[in-house]
């Protein structure tokens, strides 16, 4: 977790010049800049103590290496291709200190951004933005090597350091104001433009300075700062060309009047020299909430676990029947669910939205996908197999034989029941789990505020805009109850240790409960999904919505499958047993 002390240094004045239209007009050399006058410093708390600074790449700052920023990607949490390595990289842009824009900043601590293309070994290329910073001397003892680049060798013979730019607040502080101000600045290819929303000017006004930013949180696909108690910017890592799903999903959905999204205030935009466009970063209004839905129905599975006296797992089930905040919560979070694809359809003349037919050769093709993601990861799991556990192994055995029937059996039942349901595909949410699910209100009576709607991090920008079955969305869903519950079981068990077996009040019990719990949660979210969309409290899904759903598990899982081989190796497991689950035609999910 990125630890900031508050900005409140009056010296952050920024020389940036307006840029006077607020159209994609290409700015001239020196028009405006991005860059801060250095101030104070700012502490981070440690993470990874590993690194020493000797051992850092050595580099001139005239001269910023591709392999200081491969080197550096592959540390990143947002950075997708870990678990394959990379080919090759490239710079495709820079935007970066020059002639003109050296009364702007100092020159001692030049800062600037790097758009890199990477190549992954038997993999698609992905673009990353790099924001940097130069510092003089070392870092400081307290900060996380993770965020250092590479030591800098000035010509005067002294140590300097380049570090990722959003550990430096003054950079974040100048791209709020850059959208505030719609300024913007040539790159080496194209430029870089700030675009305020409507919305903006009322939540902060132009003429008071920008709030302090603090970065939230350093594990997630993005990078957060959050600016006072009013707007959240989010900076995208991995690009693609065309504006971010999250960016053009909010519009969206505040022109259609859905209130249960964040406004969106402003973005700031990559635009190259052919005027094609990628969205760098977004700025919302912060939204004040009790925490997400996932630790909520955590902590609430959780404390259920822990008031287990003794090993009877029938009084898990009179716990579960007495309780029903959770279940209401979950009842409601599929009512939204519903009202959000509700508006996501409602549209018939806007081409990017309107509903269109789910054909038979929908199914097909995204049974086809699932086929192709598995053969793909299948060789990924095998490798991991050697660091696991002999359950984990037999779980692999288990989905390596099963997963091909499951496909097949999925493709058999389509064609015919698609053809007599008639669903639609419609824009989705597309990576919709309860850490997506803001929790605001009163605790007695609490609402949801969904959020994140770029989609999968890791496919490809169209994929991700592709209207496909709304039951995407609630796979998703279905998949994070699976995922708390197993995760609530495992710190049950750790807490518990070994007082378990003396007390009687074993893993089976407590894995018994939470599997309830998990039922109980999917069947009060399906239960408000699906009575919500046919008006009828008593609706069950059809069984072509069932088949659907069920490609959309395997899909899912498998998604998640690769991300936790690449970014969370131990959580490999809870995928793994809800893909073995789908696999045994007795369970399901
Ligand atoms: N508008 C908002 N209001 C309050 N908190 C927010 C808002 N947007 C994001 N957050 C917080 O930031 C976290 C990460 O945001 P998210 O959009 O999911 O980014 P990422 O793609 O990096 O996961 C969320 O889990 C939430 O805690
Ligand atoms: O960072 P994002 O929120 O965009 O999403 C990515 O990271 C998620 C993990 O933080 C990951 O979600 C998976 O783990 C969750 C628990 O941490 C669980 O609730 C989700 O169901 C599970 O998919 C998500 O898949 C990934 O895209």
């Given at each position: 977790?990125?630890?900031a002390r508050k900005n409140d240094d009056p010296k952050l004045i920024f020389e940036l010049r307006l840029h006077p239209s607020r159209s994609l007009a290409e700015p001239t050399a020196g028009d405006s800049v991005f860059f801060p006058f250095p101030s104070k410093e700012f502490g981070f708390e440690m993470t990874d103590r590993t690194q020493p600074f000797d051992d850092l790449p050595v580099c001139h700052a005239g001269e910023?290496?591709?392999?200081?920023?491969?080197?550096?990607?592959?540390?990143?949490?947002?950075?997708?291709?870990?678990?394959?390595?990379?080919?090759?990289?490239?710079?495709?842009?820079?935007?970066?200190?020059?002639?003109?824009?050296?009364?702007?900043?100092?020159?001692?601590?030049?800062?600037?951004?790097?758009?890199?293309?990477?190549?992954?070994?038997?993999?698609?290329?992905?673009?990353?933005?790099?924001?940097?910073?130069?510092?003089?001397?070392?870092?400081?003892?307290?900060?996380?090597?993770?965020?250092?680049?590479?030591?800098?060798?000035?010509?005067?013979?002294?140590?300097?350091?380049?570090?990722?730019?959003?550990?430096?607040?003054?950079?974040?502080?100048?791209?709020?104001?850059?959208?505030?101000?719609?300024?913007?600045?040539?790159?080496?290819?194209?430029?870089?433009?700030?675009?305020?929303?409507?919305?903006?000017?009322?939540?902060?006004?132009?003429?008071?300075?920008?709030?302090?930013?603090?970065?939230?949180?350093?594990?997630?696909?993005?990078?957060?700062?959050?600016?006072?108690?009013?707007?959240?910017?989010?900076?995208?890592?991995?690009?693609?060309?065309?504006?971010?799903?999250?960016?053009?999903?909010?519009?969206?959905?505040?022109?259609?009047?859905?209130?249960?999204?964040?406004?969106?205030?402003?973005?700031?935009?990559?635009?190259?020299?052919?005027?094609?466009?990628?969205?760098?970063?977004?700025?919302?209004?912060?939204?004040?909430?009790?925490?997400?839905?996932?630790?909520?129905?955590?902590?609430?599975?959780?404390?259920?676990?822990?008031?287990?006296?003794?090993?009877?797992?029938?009084?898990?089930?009179?716990?579960?029947?007495?309780?029903?905040?959770?279940?209401?919560?979950?009842?409601?979070?599929?009512?939204?669910?519903?009202?959000?694809?509700?508006?996501?359809?409602?549209?018939?003349?806007?081409?990017?939205?309107?509903?269109?037919?789910?054909?038979?050769?929908?199914?097909?093709?995204?049974?086809?996908?699932?086929?192709?993601?598995?053969?793909?990861?299948?060789?990924?799991?095998?490798?991991?197999?050697?660091?696991?556990?002999?359950?984990?192994?037999?779980?692999?055995?288990?989905?390596?034989?099963?997963?091909?029937?499951?496909?097949?059996?999925?493709?058999?039942?389509?064609?015919?029941?698609?053809?007599?349901?008639?669903?639609?595909?419609?824009?989705?949410?597309?990576?919709?789990?309860?850490?997506?699910?803001?929790?605001?209100?009163?605790?007695?009576?609490?609402?949801?505020?969904?959020?994140?709607?770029?989609?999968?991090?890791?496919?490809?920008?169209?994929?991700?805009?592709?209207?496909?079955?709304?039951?995407?969305?609630?796979?998703?869903?279905?998949?994070?109850?699976?995922?708390?519950?197993?995760?609530?079981?495992?710190?049950?068990?750790?807490?518990?240790?070994?007082?378990?077996?003396?007390?009687?009040?074993?893993?089976?019990?407590?894995?018994?409960?939470?599997?309830?719990?998990?039922?109980?949660?999917?069947?009060?979210?399906?239960?408000?999904?699906?009575?919500?969309?046919?008006?009828?409290?008593?609706?069950?899904?059809?069984?072509?919505?069932?088949?659907?759903?069920?490609?959309?598990?395997?899909?899912?899982?498998?998604?998640?499958?690769?991300?936790?081989?690449?970014?969370?190796?131990?959580?490999?497991?809870?995928?793994?047993?809800?893909?073995?689950?789908?696999?045994?035609?007795?369970?399901?999910?």
């Amino acid at each position: 977790m990125l630890d900031a002390r508050k900005n409140d240094d009056p010296k952050l004045i920024f020389e940036l010049r307006l840029h006077p239209s607020r159209s994609l007009a290409e700015p001239t050399a020196g028009d405006s800049v991005f860059f801060p006058f250095p101030s104070k410093e700012f502490g981070f708390e440690m993470t990874d103590r590993t690194q020493p600074f000797d051992d850092l790449p050595v580099c001139h700052a005239g001269e910023l290496p591709d392999a200081v920023f491969a080197r550096f990607l592959t540390r990143q949490r947002w950075f997708g291709s870990k678990a394959r390595g990379i080919d090759r990289i490239e710079r495709i842009d820079d935007l970066q200190p020059g002639d003109s824009t050296a009364t702007a900043f100092n020159e001692a601590e030049p800062c600037g951004l790097a758009i890199v293309a990477v190549h992954p070994v038997e993999a698609r290329s992905e673009s990353y933005a790099i924001p940097w910073v130069i510092r003089p001397g070392a870092p400081e003892d307290q900060e996380s090597p993770q965020a250092i680049l590479a030591r800098i060798e000035t010509e005067m013979g002294e140590t300097a350091h380049l570090r990722e730019g959003l550990t430096d607040l003054r950079l974040a502080a100048a791209w709020f104001d850059a959208i505030r101000f719609q300024r913007s600045r040539p790159t080496r290819r194209g430029w870089i433009r700030g675009v305020a929303l409507p919305g903006l000017e009322a939540a902060w006004p132009a003429d008071q300075p920008a709030p302090a930013p603090r970065p939230l949180s350093a594990e997630q696909s993005n990078s957060n700062l959050t600016f006072g108690q009013t707007a959240i910017l989010k900076v995208f890592r991995k690009l693609e060309r065309g504006e971010n799903p999250d960016l053009e999903m909010g519009r969206f959905l505040a022109r259609h009047g859905f209130p249960q999204v964040p406004e969106v205030l402003g973005h700031l935009d990559w635009v190259a020299s052919d005027q094609s466009l990628v969205t760098l970063a977004m700025l919302q209004r912060l939204v004040p909430n009790s925490g997400s839905a996932w630790t909520w129905f955590l902590n609430d599975l959780s404390s259920r676990l822990n008031a287990m006296p003794e090993a009877d797992p029938t009084l898990g089930a009179a716990t579960l029947a007495t309780e029903d905040r959770a279940p209401g919560l979950a009842r409601l979070l599929g009512q939204r669910t519903a009202e959000l694809h509700q508006v996501l359809a409602s549209d018939p003349d806007d081409p990017g939205f309107a509903p269109e037919p789910y054909r038979a050769e929908d199914h097909r093709r995204l049974l086809d996908e699932v086929a192709e993601r598995w053969r793909r990861l299948e060789p990924l799991l095998t490798d991991h197999l050697s660091h696991t556990t002999p359950i984990e192994q037999a779980t692999v055995e288990m989905v390596v034989a099963g997963f091909p029937a499951l496909v097949n059996r999925l493709r058999v039942q389509a064609d015919d029941l698609v053809a007599q349901a008639s669903p639609r595909r419609i824009r989705v949410h597309g990576d919709y789990h309860l850490g997506q699910v803001l929790v605001v209100g009163e605790p007695h009576a609490p609402d949801v505020v969904l959020l994140d709607f770029e989609g999968e991090p890791a496919r490809s920008l169209e994929a991700r805009k592709a209207k496909t079955s709304p039951l995407k969305d609630v796979a998703g869903m279905i998949r994070s109850f699976d995922y708390a519950a197993t995760l609530a079981v495992h710190a049950a068990r750790d807490l518990r240790g070994e007082q378990s077996a003396s007390n009687g009040n074993d893993p089976v019990a407590i894995k018994t409960v939470a599997d309830q719990w998990r039922a109980q949660m999917t069947a009060a979210f399906e239960e408000g999904y699906f009575a919500t969309l046919s008006n009828d409290q008593a609706a069950h899904p059809d069984a072509a919505s069932r088949t659907i759903l069920a490609a959309h598990l395997a899909d899912k899982a498998l998604y998640e499958l690769d991300y936790e081989l690449n970014n969370r190796p131990d959580w490999v497991s809870i995928p793994l047993k809800g893909l073995a689950a789908l696999c045994d035609p007795g369970v399901g999910y």
